[in-house]
């Protein structure tokens, strides 16, 4: 996977920042090999929302990824099977169809890819293998139509295709026309006037830098790319030791070069507002708090307590419409599927 | 609350079962007090699908009774906060409405009582009073206006309130229309001629003595009533043993009367094919065994494997139609609600 140091991204995106407010897509690019249609969509949407192919039964894609609200789970960090706790804070499913990597280290180039990550983690959902994953979903004999519905007659029931069905049901998470999509789109009375304040205290403090483009979560890459920061980049302020935010050092877990420790994938900030608790550890529980760490970390500015309540309007400008979900009927479990 | 002893019950219902195939109702009947509105089902659904008032924030109505599927979690027992795992097989959800107690020990007489349980029971939803549980919804502020447009404006916001929408949102989980539904009906060609077949084995067997009825759990009783029988009937059969299917006494945990051991609700039949796997205790995992078990240890009749086939076959025609469900928004989540 290619991504961009952090310093070419530095000159890049304050190039590119200025150009223009971006509003949200009504539709998530694919991959070429993986193209939506409503078949995989549906099975995906399937797959995500049965927690059958975890080692208890009980976890599935939606349990931390629950879109009846911010597409998290509302905890510090993930509770997976047998009740264990995992490291880091779950990040939204909402847009993640918008950014070039996935996980909070970018350790995966696509959806695809992402899918596959949590089955086989024995923290998360706990599967021994992805074959046995998918000797589960074979087991359940109702799901081969929708397999094949969406991949074609043969041996459709693999986990690459059941990985694709979930990445495309993904891509249709996508929140557009928030008030802020509205507003850039030309509808002026879309916004109150402490939001257009707070859109300018965010352009003026350099917050977009970093968060920039759609999703802001900077600009629109190659899928694989990744947009990185250093989180945090001025590390003597006292918040980054009470929240903890140094200790996971991030994309260094993944390449062990020196040169990414305690760098992450820029996150989006839409629908902040249903996100909490927020960073890569979920320690910061309020957004003013998000907010002043944020300026002070990777700006090293001060806000003002009136500046921070402006961006804070701005923010839930982010939150657009969520599109009805309807849930699937999964077909039905042998008795002996979970031993 | 009353009950019948299951002396009097072997009676009642050997009389009044010969009557009539019933279909199910399209509507469940809902008590004076706690009238089914679309306001009440609206808060219930977003209730009963919300992890949030659980003591880790993961586990749900929804979690232990999956309407996309049977209505239960198709594990032998439930696993609830902390990966705790219960005693007992989650019962269905769909057309609990039609039971005149709930639970599998009928410990409650109605499905706004049952509502309350799984809140504060230590390994299921963990939380430390209902009073805590409901602190928990007031925190969302969002909630607030869905219980006042239920239950009118002033102290809505109520655990007893809670559990009537809960209750109504489940008087909706209903599953018309099934093969079976069509041919009491009048639609002949709704069953095949096996299903027919079983259908007469079914009756004549005896089975019909407890599994009567619209839901084939007993004749229709005012709520509170309950209808229970004693299983196993004839304890000496092999697999009785083989499935500890004695060693949770039943009823006799809640009454403490040595006539209550062994003493069960009698459980609907309704959507057999997707609760495997079977009985209180979740042992018994084909719906081969689990027919045969019950004409050994009910009725001292050993059925051919034939017969077992035929009834199999009629239960699955006791399927019905699942309304389609659409997902709830849940309002967002403050930062400090689960510390």
Same mark, same amino acid.
């Given at each position: ?21 971006? #509003?949200?897509?009504?539709?998530? $690019? ?29 976890? #599935? ?10 597409? *998290?789970?509302?905890? +510090? ?5 047998? @009740? ?12 993640? &169809?918008?950014? +070039? ?26 599967? &021994? +293998? ?5 000797? =589960?979903?074979? &087991? ?13 007659? @043969? ?10 069905? /979930? ?24 916004? #109150? ?28 890459? $190659?899928? @694989? ?6 989180? $945090? ?5 006292? *918040?980054?030791?009470?929240? +903890? ?5 991030? =994309? ?13 994938? /820029?996150?989006?900030? =839409?629908?902040?507002?249903?996100? &909490? $608790? ?25 806000? #003002? ?14 939150? @657009? ?19």
């Amino acid at each position: 996977m290619k991504f961009f140091t952090v310093t070419l991204l530095m000159c890049l995106v304050t190039a590119n920042a200025i150009a223009a407010w971006e #509003s949200l897509p009504t539709e998530a $690019p694919a991959p070429a090999d993986n193209p939506t249609t409503e078949a995989k969509v549906e099975l995906g949407k399937m797959l995500f929302f049965d927690p059958r192919f975890s080692a208890t039964g009980t976890v #599935s894609c939606f349990s931390c990824h629950n879109v009846m609200e911010g597409g *998290d789970d509302h905890r +510090s960090s993930s509770i997976g099977v047998h @009740g264990q706790i995992g490291g880091r804070n779950a990040p939204t499913v909402w847009n993640a &169809a918008f950014l +070039s990597t996935q996980f909070w280290d970018g350790r995966e180039a696509t959806l695809e890819d992402q899918a596959k990550g949590p089955v086989t983690n024995p923290i998360e959902m706990g599967m &021994a +293998s992805l074959e046995d994953a998918i000797e =589960r979903v074979r &087991a359940i004999s109702g799901y081969k139509v929708y397999f094949e519905a969406a991949f074609g007659a @043969g041996d459709a029931v693999t986990i690459d295709n059941a990985a694709k069905a /979930v990445a495309a049901y993904e891509r249709t998470l996508i929140t557009p026309n928030s008030p802020y999509d509205r507003y850039v789109e030309g509808d002026r009375s879309a916004l #109150s006037v402490q939001a257009i304040r707070g859109m300018e205290t965010f352009e003026q403090a350099g917050c977009m830098s970093c968060h920039s483009g759609a999703a802001f979560a900077g600009p629109a890459l $190659p899928m @694989g790319t990744g947009f990185f920061m250093k989180f $945090p980049t001025f590390p003597d302020r006292p *918040d980054i030791e009470k929240y +903890s935010l140094m200790e996971d050092e991030g =994309r260094f877990t993944v390449t062990g070069n020196v040169a990414d420790k305690n760098v992450w994938r /820029v996150p989006t900030l =839409r629908n902040l507002e249903y996100t &909490a $608790p927020y960073f890569h550890n979920g320690t910061v529980k309020g957004l003013d708090d998000a907010v002043r760490i944020m300026a002070q970390s990777q700006l090293n500015k001060d806000l #003002s307590d009136a500046e921070i309540a402006d961006v804070i309007a701005f923010l839930e400008s982010l939150s @657009g419409e969520f599109p009805q979900q309807t849930m699937p009927r999964l077909p039905p479990t042998p008795g002996d599927l979970l031993e």
